[in-house]
C-alpha cells in the first residue's frame, strides 16, 4: 500500500485522514502529528528508516538499532502502518538467498510528505552518515545487502540527496565528531572499526539518541 495526502491529511483514495478529516482545524491536525512521531519508540524507529542507506529496514535492524524489544518495535510499527507513515514491503525477486529478509518497513509516500512538511527529512545526511559509520554484525550486514523491493516514485524522489551545503556538511562532521568523543551520538554502539574486546552481540544494547 502506498497513499499520497496533502498537508492537511487528506487522502486520495477517500480513506480517512490520519489526524482527522475536514471537520478538524489543521493547527488541531498538526498537533496529533506531532505528538504522534515524538513518542519515544516511533521516533526512534523514524530516525533508524530516515538514516538507512536504502530506507527499507527489516524488523532485524531496527531491533538492533532501537533501544526496544522486538514486540514493542513491531506494535509500533504496527501504528506507523495504521497511520499511513510506514508500510511492509515485500521482495518477491529472485536475486534473494535462501537466508536473506524478504520483509522490510518503509515510508508511504503520505509518511514522507508528512516529514518534510515537518522538516525531518533536512537530517537525513546526519542520520545517513552515522549508520554508514556503525559497527554492525554479520547478520545485521546482511540484512542490510539484502535484495529490496522498489519504493513508490514519491519516496524515492524526496531521498533524492541533493549536494549537501555547507551547514548540512558542517552538521554531518558534527555529528561524527561528537559520536568519536562519546557525548552527542546518536547511536550508542562502537564506530566501524570496533573494539575487538566490545560486547557487540547478543543482548547489548545500541540506541538512537535524539537529535531533532
Known amino acids: 500500500m502506498s497513499d499520497s495526502a496533502d498537508s492537511h491529511g487528506r487522502s486520495s483514495d477517500g480513506t480517512p485522514a490520519p489526524f482527522g478529516g475536514e471537520d478538524v482545524m489543521p493547527f488541531e491536525k498538526q498537533r496529533r502529528a506531532h505528538?504522534?512521531?515524538?513518542?519515544?519508540?516511533?521516533?526512534?524507529?523514524?530516525?533508524a528508516v530516515l538514516g538507512h542507506p536504502?530506507?527499507?529496514?527489516?524488523?532485524?535492524?531496527?531491533?538492533?538499532l532501537v533501544p526496544k524489544n522486538r514486540s514493542t518495535i513491531?506494535?509500533?510499527?504496527d501504528r506507523l502502518a495504521d497511520k499511513r507513515?510506514?508500510?511492509?514491503?515485500?521482495y518477491d525477486g529472485d536475486d534473494a538467498g535462501q537466508h536473506d529478509p524478504r520483509e522490510f518497513w518503509g515510508f508511504t509516500e503520505y509518511g514522507v510528505g508528512l516529514l518534510d512538511e515537518y522538516d525531518y527529512?533536512?537530517?537525513v545526511p546526519v542520520l545517513r552518515a552515522l549508520q554508514d559509520n556503525l559497527y554492525v554484525t554479520a547478520k545485521i550486514e546482511?540484512?542490510?545487502d539484502a535484495p529490496r523491493p522498489?519504493?513508490?516514485a514519491g519516496v524515492v524522489d524526496a531521498f533524492a540527496t541533493p549536494e549537501l551545503d555547507a551547514d548540512t556538511a558542517a552538521a554531518v562532521d558534527d555529528a561524527l565528531a561528537a559520536r568519536e568523543r562519546g557525548g552527542g551520538r546518536l547511536f550508542d554502539a562502537p564506530p566501524v572499526d570496533p573494539d575487538p574486546d566490545a560486547d557487540t552481540d547478543g543482548d547489548a544494547d545500541r540506541p538512537i539518541d535524539e537529535l531533532f
Open 121 to 123: 527529512l533536512r537530517y
Open 142 to 144: 546482511r540484512h542490510r
Open 85 to 90: 507513515l510506514l508500510d511492509k514491503y515485500v
Open 54 to 64: 536504502e530506507h527499507l529496514v527489516t524488523l532485524d535492524e531496527l531491533e538492533y
Open 35 to 47: 505528538r504522534f512521531l515524538t513518542q519515544e519508540t516511533r521516533y526512534h524507529v523514524v530516525q
Open 150 to 152: 522498489d519504493l513508490p
Open 74 to 77: 513491531r506494535e509500533h510499527l
